[in-house]
Every structure is written in structure tokens, then in C-alpha cells.
């Protein structure tokens, strides 16, 4: 078990990393801020791998200058209200947009 979540939290980082490219981009004034943010989005999706009650491929999760937007689909408000706690409980976050809809 242990091993599949190694695996797919590197997956999650590769595809961070390869998505985000190399560039400055969305405004944002350094390289190291990107960085940053890369960084961020790639701990709460781990987060929400690693968690049972949250599902990682229905929500997505993008992060500009420390504040996350989440977005997507959840099954329950409580794993809506879940994914805001995990996503506040990353290092350097400073403020969760939860945009996730509940689907009855």
C-alpha cells in the first residue's frame, strides 16, 4: 500500500512539474514564487491521494501567489469541507478557495 502511494504521489509531482513548465508565468514576480506554488499544489493533491474520504481525480487544485483554488466534483459536503481542511493544512498556504460543487 505504502508503494502505490509513493508511486502516485511521484506521478502528481512529475505531472506538476512537467504542466507547470519552467517560465514565470500568471503574474506572478519571481521564479521562486512559482516555485513556490508548484510546490503547494503538489503537497495538497498528495494530501488528497493519501486520504480515503477525498477523491484526487474528481477535484482540482491550482495555486497562485499561496492561495489555493479547488474545484470539481464531490460526492458528500463532507468531503468537500475534507479537501479545504487538507488543503489549509499545507505549509505556506495562505487562503483555500473551495469551489467544489456537491453532486446529489
Same mark, same amino acid.
Given at each position: 500500500?505504502?508503494?502505490?502511494? $509513493? %508511486?502516485?504521489? /511521484?506521478?502528481? =509531482?512529475?505531472?506538476?512539474?512537467?504542466?507547470?513548465?519552467? &517560465?514565470?508565468?500568471?503574474?506572478? !514576480?519571481?521564479?521562486?514564487?512559482?516555485?513556490?506554488?508548484? $510546490? %503547494?499544489?503538489? /503537497?495538497?493533491? =498528495?494530501?488528497?491521494?493519501?486520504?480515503?474520504?477525498?477523491? &484526487?481525480?474528481?477535484?482540482?487544485? !491550482?495555486?497562485?501567489?499561496?492561495?489555493?483554488?479547488?474545484?470539481?466534483?464531490?460526492?458528500?459536503?463532507?468531503?468537500?469541507?475534507?479537501?479545504?481542511?487538507?488543503?489549509?493544512s499545507v505549509k505556506n498556504?495562505k487562503n483555500v478557495r473551495?469551489?467544489?460543487?456537491?453532486?446529489?
Amino acid at each position: 500500500m505504502k508503494y502505490a502511494r $509513493a %508511486i502516485a504521489f /511521484a506521478a502528481l =509531482a512529475g505531472i506538476t512539474i512537467i504542466g507547470s513548465g519552467c &517560465a514565470v508565468g500568471r503574474g506572478q !514576480e519571481t521564479a521562486g514564487a512559482y516555485v513556490d506554488d508548484a $510546490a %503547494i499544489t503538489t /503537497a495538497v493533491k =498528495a494530501k488528497f491521494v493519501s486520504d480515503k474520504t477525498v477523491s &484526487a481525480m474528481s477535484i482540482s487544485v !491550482e495555486t497562485l501567489n499561496g492561495t489555493v483554488q479547488l474545484s470539481g466534483f464531490s460526492k458528500t459536503l463532507a468531503e468537500k469541507n475534507q479537501a479545504e481542511s487538507l488543503a489549509r493544512s499545507v505549509k505556506n498556504v495562505k487562503n483555500v478557495r473551495n469551489d467544489i460543487v456537491v453532486r446529489p
